[in-house]
């Protein structure tokens, strides 16, 4: 057989094989879930912050504990109010007692019954009882109303722990859209410091290929080419993993695809001192409103005790028939009645328990002005880290242009043998760096204004950053 034909032969299966391999990966493609094809949602800033505002789950459990608080304020309210019941019962005995006070229960009871053997061995007898009876607590030191206060102020804790939590929500929900722009912002960094990497690599070739350089300019030209492609394998992994953040700071599966229509860009916020933010804070922080009524709550707490050394003035009645047979069909009797309670000696639980109530009532007080010097902390933080991005960012501008320019001179003293690869590849690391930094400062600009107006409480779906 001729070489040529043998050649044939056995690079026909090979060919048969890559073409079936082909068919199979592009039917696997079209056999792909509609979901992996499905484009990504847009979305923007508002309608992110309202979504999150309407799916996190940490919304759903502060809503639950306000609901909670409404609960206990009716409940609270429930010792003010009398007691009402109704009790029906069936009994069938011959106990001497039972059956005695039975017929007279049941207004059947006559003169023979006084028989001795009757008293003294009855026949059996059967009892159906309807009962209505309730009690009423007129006065109890007024531990019930102090117990409603009390309540009250629990419940409007909840409803401002509420208005800080949604606060929180709103800046994660800035902190991760804004993530995924600085992402894709750092995506498109790489692949342009990548097409960069590759101009001075495929420069660096020609210029040894020519004779005019060394293979170490080529290799080192390599080098930063095969860096760059790393990054930009770690930049889209960071972009994934920050379309994660998006969607589960939102509420939604973690896999669920979210495109921001929005750019990253510079953005103006409105200016206030330092001074102005604390006492803004001190107004307006949820939280700390939330401290005060938990104190003013365990205020309620030391009444309650103190309370509970005065006398209870309880009344009660009931009205109840007695019946043979189902139906009221025998006797009734009602009874009506008033109690007066006061401890004479109970160990002194009582007024240790006074004293532990204003404990806590100092430690709510002492943990409040804590909280105080804590907030202010915290806004001082968050303005000069607003102030650091926002200076940064003019700084980061300034040295893209010098970078820039600086890589332009390089490139063509590197292009006329006046300079080295090595110098030109430091340039270039210069202005690939200053451009990572510029959208590093403008992404902070955003967050950290929100983080401003997160420490001073003012952080809503109305916010300049959000709605800018």
Known sequence: MPAILRSHSLQSPRIAVTIIVRFVALAAMLAMPLAAQTAPTPLTLPQAVSLALEKNPLHKAAMADTRISAASVREARSPLMPKIMFTESALRGNDPVFVFGTRLRQQSFTAADFALNKLNTPTPIGNFSSRFSGQWSLFDGLQSWFGVSRAKYMQQAAEQQL?????????????????????Q??????????????????????????????????????????RRKQELIQMRNGLALARAQLALALGMPADTAYEPQEALAERQFPAATAAELELKALEKRPDLKRVESERSAQAKSVSMAKGALAPRL?????????????????????????????????????????????????????????YRDEIRLQVRKAYYEFDAARQQVEVARGAITQADESLRINQNRYDGGLNTVSDLLRVEEAAHRARADYWQAVYRVQTSYAGVELATGTLTPASPVVTQ
């Open 163 to 183: 208005d800080r939590t949604d606060q929180e929500l709103v800046y994660q929900a800035v902190q991760a859209y804004f993530g995924v722009l600085l992402a």
């Open 314 to 370: 309880n009344v009660f009645g009931s009205w109840e028939t007695d019946s043979p047979s189902v139906g009221w069909n025998g006797g009734n009797n009602w009874l009506a009645g008033a109690e007066l309670q006061f401890d004479l000696f109970d160990g002194d639980s009582k007024r240790a328990h006074i004293a532990r109530e204003k404990a806590v009532q100092e430690k709510a007080a002492a943990m409040r002005d804590a």
């Open 185 to 226: 912002k750092q995506e498109e960094v790489v692949q342009d410091a990548l097409k960069t990497a590759q101009a001075i690599e495929a420069s660096s070739q020609v210029r040894v290929e020519s004779g005019m350089a060394v293979d170490s300019d080529w290799l080192s030209a390599q080098v930063v080419t095969s």
